[in-house]
């Protein structure tokens, strides 16, 4: 009995971990605020993620199968991950200001370049493992997923080398506020929001497939439809309205940010890894 209370206090302290990143934890040493250096922050980061990785193998249903087992730990990294990016406590800099320390939003895109690839090999795995037990439709779900993917392989290095492009902008003499203009137009985040319901999608088949095999729980995949329902309406608005006219309703926007995609990747790795039933 203790030890199934246990069991639900650490995955109660586990789901909201990427936000309590942003807490009293990380939030001080940002480096963001210019007495604290990106070294310190890191470190910080990695001894938190630490933290977190033990509490999540405490959880972890041990008689998983192997490659489902694999699956869950990497999209749990993705959360370990995001507690960093969330933790920065500021958004992204595209001002001429971040020329003074390219190196916060380096790191902020190098994170979630990292949580793209961590998703797309946890996908596989998963898709491989159930490959042959699956309907055949569900295979069909590797052709969404190779746009939805596209898009982050595009925004992540876009946004990373946007300092030194920026620079450049400045070096031929021109106006520094007409650079995003330039550098990200509408129509480019008009295809971010197509990305994002391409992305919402695959998390959202992916969880079905995972509770059709037997190892997510039913409330789970209604939880993530409801978030991932939302995250598709908020890419439409985008694709449909623009940035611009969608931008004032900020609770949905969190949705289109890539915290929204990865945040819920996380939601299903830990739900993965800690479902207490009969494995795949």
């Avoid at 080398?161 to 129509?187: C, R």
Wanted: aromatic residues 16%.
């Amino acid at each position: 009995m203790i030890k199934k209370i246990l069991h639900v206090i650490v995955i109660i302290f586990l789901l909201p971990l990427p936000f309590i990143g942003s807490g009293d934890i990380l939030k001080k040493f940002s480096p963001y605020f210019d007495e604290n250096g990106l070294g310190l922050y890191i470190l910080l980061s990695i001894a938190c993620g630490l933290v977190s990785a033990i509490s999540a193998y405490y959880v972890t249903n041990k008689a998983l199968a192997k490659p489902l087992l694999l699956a869950g730990a990497l999209l749990f990294l993705i959360g370990i991950s995001m507690t960093s990016v969330v933790g920065l406590l500021a958004q992204p800099d595209f001002t001429p200001t971040m020329l003074q320390h390219p190196e916060r939003e380096h790191y902020r895109y190098t994170l979630l370049f990292l949580n793209a690839l961590l998703f797309a090999v946890a996908f596989f795995i998963i898709i491989r493992n159930s490959w042959s037990t699956t309907a055949q439709w569900h295979r069909w779900i590797v052709l969404l997923f190779i746009p939805a993917f596209a898009e982050w392989l595009w925004e992540f290095p876009h946004h990373f080398f946007l300092g030194a492009h920026l620079q450049q902008w400045i070096n031929q003499g021109k106006n520094a506020a007409d650079f995003m203009v330039n550098y990200t137009p509408e129509s480019a985040l008009k295809l971010g929001g197509l990305g994002r319901v391409l992305q919402y999608s695959v998390i959202l088949w992916l969880a079905f497939m995972l509770f059709k095999s037997g190892v997510l729980k039913k409330w789970v995949l209604i939880v993530l439809t409801v978030f991932c329902a939302i995250g598709c309406f908020t890419g439409i608005a985008v694709a449909v309205l623009g940035y611009a006219s969608f931008a004032k309703l900020q609770i949905l926007m969190l949705f289109f940010i890539p915290a929204g995609p990865f945040v819920l990747s996380y939601w299903t790795g830990l739900a993965l890894l800690s479902k207490k039933q009969k494995a795949l």
